[in-house]
């Protein structure tokens, strides 16, 4: 209960639909208690003297009582409604603002269907939870009390049924709800994995249909949908013992009112509508019971969701903010140095990725990095921003450890291009503005046309207001890289890393972008990381990686001549009649 209680301090901006709800059930139920009585006096003084007046009148007021009730109950469920889903929102908010929050490190540990999974399910059920308590708390309590009590005022001794039927429900209640409780954190589990097969499915629905890999994903959908259902229908099953049981209890409750009763009519003066009415509070009272048996199901459901929820809300993030952060008065001239840096990406695993990494970029330089798939490219560069913390050594940007800078303002001065190029189901313009959200059209235009994506965002029937598809599905890969360089461009970083990021573009168009890169290298280092030959000539330094370290570095014509994983790279990609761009 612990984590439902904690994720319960959401209720606080809602306050006044959390009070208003009890008091409103409270009303309710007083109501509801006054029914049997009436309904006693109406056989009692009614309908056995054959009083008319006595019927009619005793009616109207229940009529009366039972409208009361009933405004009182929907008052009751629009308070609810709102104090529940309005900590549904806030929860969701949080959790969002969470995952904003989190650094590299601890999204490589989350898979996206999980965090879906929280976001949305997990939410809804501790909404549903909450919304169910504020009517349960003011409602079960005191209608069971008060139909004990007016059970025993109408016959003590027809009030020890009470006494026996109650603590052996209790206890049937409670060993059904321990067993539920755990089943109902596995169907959550069970969520996660088909919600997980369902998004990266969606992501890639057209790598599917390429590799005809439909069947497949079918069948691999299926078994995470089967497991689902089997966790589900476990669950429910155990769960829906509480109806059978609570019913077998009412009827033998009734049988046994019945059987006393009847004595007690013929030979204690207890009169017809006392026993109708005492029925009706042993009614009240089993329903009461069956209402907590749902109320702490669903309790069920929620803690196991509130684990998961708070798991979340309570991670930290990886990369914590220094102490005494340092921030740079001017625009920084973008010197970077690596020195002696070593990487793994968890410290459960000591296998580095990074080994004694040692390199300076001075302000205007083109640094290129080459290298087979694996030997750590992508990861050298994401250091830069600080994506991730290096595990031994530093890197530096204009002589400050990047971890002493601010995470915002070190990446406003560190634009990066991804190698997956990233773009939001929303129009071109605003897609190369996320940098930076008020930039003038001129100045986005420029950013295009320096990335070469101005005359293809031109041919556009609707220009830059044009809609990019989800994951620019509408695009062409090149396109898209020329659209996520544009983006990195538009912000004008003090290091530009472009990582990969021409893979998907012509070797003519790769060389004008580098040529214009070039006439304004003056403003940016730039790092680009790189397996095509084409892409690296003209760089003023070529780092070589082979298995997480240096092998060499120097100029093009420096690694032919020094370094023969360099020459062999050159070599084979000539062979295979690449079109290499050598410059202008």
Avoid at 371 to 383: E, F
């Amino acid at each position: 209960m612990q984590a439902l209680l904690k994720l319960l301090q959401f209720l606080r901006p809602h306050w006044r639909f959390a009070v208003m709800a009890p008091v409103l059930m409270l009303c309710e139920v007083v109501l509801d208690l006054m029914q049997p009585r009436l309904i006693q006096r109406i056989i009692d003084y009614g309908v056995a003297r054959s009083d008319t007046q006595v019927v009619l009148g005793t009616a109207s007021l229940m009529l009366c009582f039972m409208a009361l009730a009933g405004l009182s109950g929907l008052g009751c469920g629009y308070f609810a409604v709102r104090a529940a889903y309005g900590l549904g929102g806030d929860l969701r908010a949080a959790l969002f603002r969470k995952v904003q929050s989190l650094s590299f490190g601890n999204l490589d540990n989350l898979e996206t269907g999980a965090l879906i999974t929280r976001l949305t399910s997990d939410v809804n059920k501790i909404q549903e939870m909450v919304m169910m308590m504020m009517r349960g708390m003011v409602r079960m309590p005191l209608l069971m009390l008060g139909s004990l009590v007016m059970a025993a005022v109408i016959s003590p001794r027809l009030g020890l049924i009470f006494i026996v039927i109650l603590p052996a429900l209790t206890i049937a209640l409670i060993m059904i709800i321990r067993k539920t409780f755990p089943l109902y954190r596995q169907v959550q589990e069970g969520l996660d994995g088909v919600n997980t097969v369902m998004q990266e499915n969606l992501a890639g629905v057209r790598v599917v249909k390429a590799f005809a890999r439909t069947e497949y994903e079918s069948r691999r959908f299926a078994l995470a949908n089967n497991i689902l259902v089997q966790r589900m229908t476990d669950a429910v099953r155990m769960s829906s013992r509480t109806t059978p049981v609570m019913m077998l209890t009412l009827n033998v409750g009734v049988v046994a009112a019945l059987w006393i009763g009847a004595g007690e009519v013929q030979m204690a003066g207890m009169r017809v509508g006392e026993l109708v009415a005492f029925i009706n509070y042993l009614g009240q009272a089993v329903i009461t019971l069956m209402m907590f048996s749902t109320l702490t199901i669903q309790i069920s459901t929620a803690q196991a969701s509130a684990k998961r929820v708070l798991e979340l809300l309570e991670s930290e993030p990886i990369l914590m903010s220094p102490g005494h952060e340092i921030k740079f008065a001017s625009r920084p001239s973008g010197k970077v140095v690596f020195d002696n840096v070593s990487f793994n990406y968890s410290p459960a695993n000591p296998d580095l990725v990074l080994k004694n990494i040692s390199f300076e970029a001075e302000p205007g330089q083109t640094v290129a990095i080459l290298g087979a798939t694996g030997s750590g490219k992508s990861t050298l560069v994401q250091l830069i921003p600080r994506f991730y913390d290096v595990c031994q050594g530093s890197v530096t940007l204009d002589g400050v450890d990047v971890r002493k800078i601010p995470e915002e303002e070190l990446r406003r001065h560190v634009g990066i291009a991804l190698q997956e190029s990233i773009l939001f189901s929303t129009s071109i313009k605003n897609n190369i503005r996320l940098g930076e959200p008020d930039a003038s059209f001129e100045k986005l235009s420029t950013a295009a046309r320096n990335a070469q994506a101005d005359e293809f965002i031109s041919k556009l029937p609707d220009g830059y207001e044009a809609l990019v598809g989800q994951r620019g599905v509408n695009l062409s890969g090149g396109q898209k890289q020329r659209l996520a360089i544009a983006r990195a461009l538009l912000v004008q970083p003090s290091v530009l890393i472009l990582d990969d990021s021409t893979s998907a573009v012509d070797v003519h168009t790769e060389g004008l972008i580098q040529e214009v890169l070039g006439l304004n290298s003056y403003r940016q280092t730039r790092f680009i990381v790189a397996q095509r030959i084409s892409s690296v000539l003209n760089a003023d330094k070529i780092l070589v990686l082979d298995n997480g370290e240096i092998i060499a570095q120097g100029t093009h014509y420096e690694l032919l001549d020094a370094c023969e994983v360099y020459r062999e790279i050159y070599d084979s990609q000539t062979e295979n009649g690449v079109i290499t761009y050598s410059g202008n």
